[in-house]
């Protein structure tokens, strides 16, 4: 037990030490990287990375796809603030045999239009539109019966008014079952890569550290979760987020901090339906369990940004 909490805390200090090293201070670039997906997690406050038990733990603990042991297909759709939205989806392909889990994610951004202009300030017909995507593939191994670690690496690239940039980029992250199946601890280093020329200038990437807590406070019905986000560039932020299954059901709620806009409060609801219940038992799934045949769940999040629009999130992940 006392290597196993060595190793996450030495893969913990490893990301924190990868930050300092390659921090100057500044504005980070690519900013699209730091938007999390899957309405589930954001649903709980964007606590998340000591979950991180189906294929959302891409984005926010690849550590966490060694818990995911049938193959996931994900799709998710985030309506943002400032008419941003934004296009996810995500494959899990767990090899058992070794106890890891392969993981493949997709975003798509879609940044808005801008005014054309020329060099003199006059307009110019028609507008620009202004969009980003990141690709990434991410491992989580596990090691033993209560730790795992992972690693993703990724390439991005953003074209803002005709000014296009691309780069590389990498995450990695550990998850610990401290009490078995009941309290989980999370750890990851997201965003970690060299400079990005922009202009003149080089600027970081938005290297982002998150640790969290979660306790399954009533095993398959309730989980809390806490959790410290660190940006490059910002000050610490807080999350906590519960989640509740009844039945078929699921009911989320969480807080963030919110850095003075206001705001701060999300709330989701989840659905999760085995279609081979239809006409049987269909609610408590009593025909079907967790691991036979196949799993849809549909889930929505609502989160409030305060001065901001409010954010929407709808998505579905497929489980076979």
């Known amino acids: 037990m006392k290597r196993l909490a060595i190793l996450t805390g030495s893969l913990f200090f490893l990301g924190y030490h990868l930050a300092l090293g390659s921090d100057q201070g500044g504005t980070s670039t690519a900013q699209f990287l730091r938007i999390g997906q899957g309405a589930r997690a954001e649903g709980m406050g964007g606590a998340f990375t000591a979950v991180a038990d189906d294929v959302y733990a891409i984005s926010f603990n690849p550590a966490g796809l060694a818990q995911v042991t049938r193959k996931q297909i994900a799709l998710n759709h985030l309506a943002y ?81 005709g000014e296009g940039k691309s780069g590389f980029a990498g995450d990695v992250g550990g998850f610990w079952f401290a009490v078995p199946n009941r309290l989980s ?54 999350h906590g987020g519960a989640e509740y299954k009844y039945r078929s059901f699921f009911f989320r709620g969480g807080y963030r901090s919110t850095l003075g806009i206001g705001g701060g409060l999300s709330a989701g609801v989840g659905f999760l339906w085995f279609p081979n219940s239809m006409g049987k038992d269909f609610f408590n799934q009593k025909d079907s369990g967790p691991e036979e045949g196949t799993s849809i769940r549909f889930d929505y999040s609502y989160v409030d940004y305060g001065d901001f629009d409010a954010t929407h999130r709808f998505g579905v992940l497929v489980s076979f």
């Open 81 to 161: 603030i400032e008419k941003i939205n934004a296009q996810f989806g995500a494959f899990a392909l767990p090899f058992n045999g070794v106890n890891g889990t392969l993981g493949f994610g997709f975003n798509y951004y879609n940044l808005g239009e801008i005014e054309r202009r020329d060099n003199t300030g006059a307009s110019i017909d028609g507008e620009t539109k202004l969009g980003a995507y990141s690709a990434g593939l991410s491992w989580g191994q596990a090691l033993g019966n209560s730790l795992a670690v992972g690693v993703t690496g990724k390439m991005f690239r953003e074209d803002l008014a």
């Open 185 to 238: 601890l999370g750890v990851s280093a997201l965003n970690v890569g060299p400079k990005l020329k922009v202009g003149t200038e080089d600027e970081s990437l938005p290297l982002t550290l998150r640790g969290g807590l979660a306790f399954r406070a009533v095993p398959d019905a309730l989980t809390l979760s806490v959790e410290a986000e660190k940006e490059r560039d910002t000050d610490t932020i807080f």
